[in-house]
């Protein structure tokens, strides 16, 4: 094996095994009984499923993404994976399925991990080992509705930096012409069939060169999400009527971020939050208008692949208006991004317990 790691995309790299873990059931009265099996290590990187599986017909499937990170200190780290089994279990509920416990989820991470270490990228390349938790109904149907066998997968692969020759900005183009996911659809969910409903938005906004900014299905008013992101932006204000003379001086710091019900709720963006708040920072989660782009001083889209994404500039066809935001990443975003790599690279002392360090 011979990777050139700091050559890597976003693209799938096979690895030596996968873990699988399967689940068998009866309904009754409305209620899924049944029970997983042992994950175990194949590898096989192939399933054998039925035509009519409900992952096939009916798109019965959820996912997750999580890193996997080499420290400075040579340990192996992943981030938050509790959050990721919390979120999938939420997306299994949504679509009727049976979803791994905490403690299943977890053991499969590690054996994927142990597994595949010889594909954990070293220290200082930038890249990172991706986990891609897939849930899937594997039984035949043919009259619509959900199944009662599951399939549980950890598929590995390593990434590349995302940020290859620095940290650098992106321009997002405002999208009303596409709904991603209704109000009180499965947007807040990580399902596969928000991500192909989305891609008529994304793949055209990607031929104009731009990334696609959703806005709310109901108004198109609102922003919602910035593609496989969640938005953020930084507002700075002095209010010095409201302060002391000495304190005025000192810029209010404003973290606002998107509230919706056809949200995924981001764990960067959980975790960014938490730290603009140690920061001293006002956080606001709330419905923000795209026309409220103007009073903001930095803009970016926020997720596991690229932490922080700062965005140069959101073009609003409809409008025929242009929202900028400077060419070079902000001095806040730029600070939250260090804060929370820092974390993940065990640099910096990991206060909230995020990191769980697998003994290898
Ligand atoms: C639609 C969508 N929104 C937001 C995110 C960011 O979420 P996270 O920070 O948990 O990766 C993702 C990626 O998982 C996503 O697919």
């Known amino acids: 094996m011979n990777i050139d790691w700091k050559e890597l995309g976003f693209h799938y790299t096979e690895t030596d095994t996968i873990v699988r873990c399967s689940f068998s059931g009866e309904w009754k009265n409305g209620e899924l009984i049944g029970e997983w099996g042992e994950p175990y290590i194949t590898t096989d990187k192939y399933i054998s499923l039925h035509v009519s599986a409900t992952c096939l017909q009916y798109g019965q499937e959820a996912f997750e993404g999580l890193k996997v990170f080499r420290g400075a200190d040579g340990k192996v780290r992943v981030f938050r994976w509790q959050e990721n089994a919390k979120r999938m279990q939420r997306s299994a509920l949504a679509l009727k399925m049976a979803a791994p416990t905490e403690e299943i989820f977890g053991k499969a991470v590690r054996m994927a991990v142990k597994s595949n270490l010889a594909y954990l990228p070293p220290y200082e390349t930038g890249a990172t080992l991706y986990l891609r938790p897939l849930l899937i109904g594997?039984?035949?149907?043919?009259?619509?509705?959900?199944?009662?066998?599951?399939?549980?997968?950890?598929?590995?692969?390593?990434i590349g930096p995302y940020y290859k020759g620095g940290f650098h900005t992106t321009t997002f183009i405002v999208n009303r012409t596409v709904d991603r996911a209704a109000p009180l659809g499965t947007g807040q969910y990580k399902v596969g069939g928000n991500y192909a409903a989305s891609f008529r938005a994304t793949e055209a906004a990607h031929l104009q060169?731009?990334?696609?900014?959703?806005?709310?299905?109901?108004?198109?008013?609102?922003?919602?999400?910035?593609?496989?992101?969640?938005?953020?932006?930084?507002?700075?204000?002095k209010e010095e009527s409201r302060r002391s003379k000495a304190e005025s001086q000192e810029p209010l710091i404003e973290y606002l971020t998107p509230r919706s019900t056809a949200i995924l709720p981001s764990i960067t963006n959980d975790s960014l939050i938490t730290l603009a708040r140690e920061l001293g920072w006002r956080v606001s989660r709330r419905r923000i208008r795209i026309d409220e782009l103007d009073n903001i001083d930095e803009a970016a889209a926020c997720g596991t692949a690229c932490v922080i994404s700062p965005i140069d500039r959101v073009i609003d066809p409809d409008k025929g208006k242009v929202y900028n935001f400077g060419s070079e990443p902000g001095e806040r975003l730029t600070c939250l991004y260090h804060m929370l790599q820092d974390i993940q690279y065990g640099r910096a002392e990991d206060k909230h317990g995020w990191c769980e360090i697998i003994d290898c």
């Not at 594997?138 to 390593?158: A, K, M, N, Q, W």
Request: glycine share 10%; aromatic share 12%; with cysteine.
């Open 138 to 158: 594997t039984t035949p149907r043919l009259g619509v509705g959900p199944g009662r066998d599951f399939e549980f997968i950890i598929i590995p692969s390593p």
């Open 209 to 237: 060169g731009y990334d696609c900014l959703f806005t709310d299905s109901k108004t198109h008013r609102y922003i919602d999400e910035c593609s496989a992101a969640n938005f953020i932006g930084i507002k700075e204000s």
